[in-house]
């Protein structure tokens, strides 16, 4: 190794939009078309005025190109963390996501789904999470009418308009710089 030239280590693999790489495609291949009715759309700043334990299915919550959400992000590992906990991401287009799931849920089932998290849903087996995502799932939409499930790699691929992806992540260290750590995400056309 020279001194001085930057020292990279990266891995490659496919881009999962959502960023949580446990979520797997699980939900199927097909996109479906589906108008939305105006009244179940709306903007995903409006959420806390439907009230606490509302069942959401069927709604479509929209972010405006331009706007940011937060995007929690965390490490447990014996020998590194991150600093932050979430970072924030920026739209580029607006964006639609569709909810589905049963309409007839108690509020304590209601209450016991706002509590389950991406490590909750990475610990469930192959078969706990086919059945759970068989009566919940989320759709992306550019259009609110074409709908692809979230976690069904080639439909939100063909909605999206994108071949594939590649997730990097590297390690340098150079003599001017130090040593840095980088995460890159990119969409193949």
Same mark, same amino acid.
């Given at each position: 190794?020279?001194?001085?030239?930057?020292?990279?280590?990266?891995?490659?693999?496919?881009?999962?939009?959502?960023?949580?790489?446990?979520?797997?495609?699980?939900?199927?291949?097909?996109?479906?078309?589906?108008?939305?009715?105006?009244?179940?759309?709306?903007?995903? !700043? %409006?959420?806390?005025?439907?009230?606490?334990?509302?069942? *959401?299915? $069927? @709604?479509? =919550?929209?972010?405006? &190109?331009?706007?940011?959400?937060?995007?929690?992000?965390?490490?447990?590992?014996?020998?590194?963390?991150?600093?932050?906990?979430?970072?924030?991401?920026?739209?580029?287009?607006?964006?639609?996501?569709?909810?589905?799931?049963?309409?007839?849920?108690?509020?304590?089932?209601?209450?016991?789904?706002?509590?389950?998290?991406?490590?909750?849903? !990475? %610990?469930?087996?192959?078969?706990?999470?086919?059945?759970? *995502?068989? $009566? @919940?799932? =989320?759709?992306?939409? &550019?259009?609110?009418?074409?709908?692809?499930?979230?976690?069904?790699?080639?439909?939100?691929?063909?909605?999206?308009?994108?071949?594939?992806?590649?997730?990097?992540?590297?390690?340098?260290?150079?003599?001017?710089?130090?040593?840095?750590?980088?995460?890159?995400?990119?969409?193949?056309?």
């Amino acid at each position: 190794m020279r001194t001085g030239k930057w020292i990279h280590c990266c891995r490659r693999t496919w881009l999962m939009l959502c960023l949580v790489i446990t979520m797997t495609g699980c939900a199927g291949t097909n996109v479906m078309t589906k108008p939305s009715s105006s009244e179940k759309i709306i903007h995903y !700043s %409006e959420l806390q005025r439907l009230g606490e334990n509302m069942n *959401l299915n $069927d @709604y479509v =919550l929209y972010i405006n &190109k331009g706007e940011s959400i937060p995007l929690k992000i965390s490490m447990e590992t014996d020998f590194m963390e991150f600093k932050q906990g979430h970072i924030d991401i920026v739209a580029k287009q607006t964006l639609y996501f569709r909810i589905k799931m049963p309409e007839n849920l108690s509020g304590d089932e209601l209450a016991k789904l706002t509590k389950l998290g991406a490590r909750d849903f !990475s %610990e469930m087996s192959d078969a706990q999470r086919a059945k759970f *995502l068989k $009566d @919940y799932m =989320l759709f992306v939409s &550019k259009d609110a009418v074409n709908w692809a499930p979230l976690y069904g790699s080639k439909a939100y691929r063909k909605v999206l308009g994108f071949r594939g992806g590649l997730l990097s992540f590297g390690v340098m260290a150079s003599t001017t710089d130090g040593l840095e750590a980088s995460l890159d995400i990119q969409t193949v056309k």
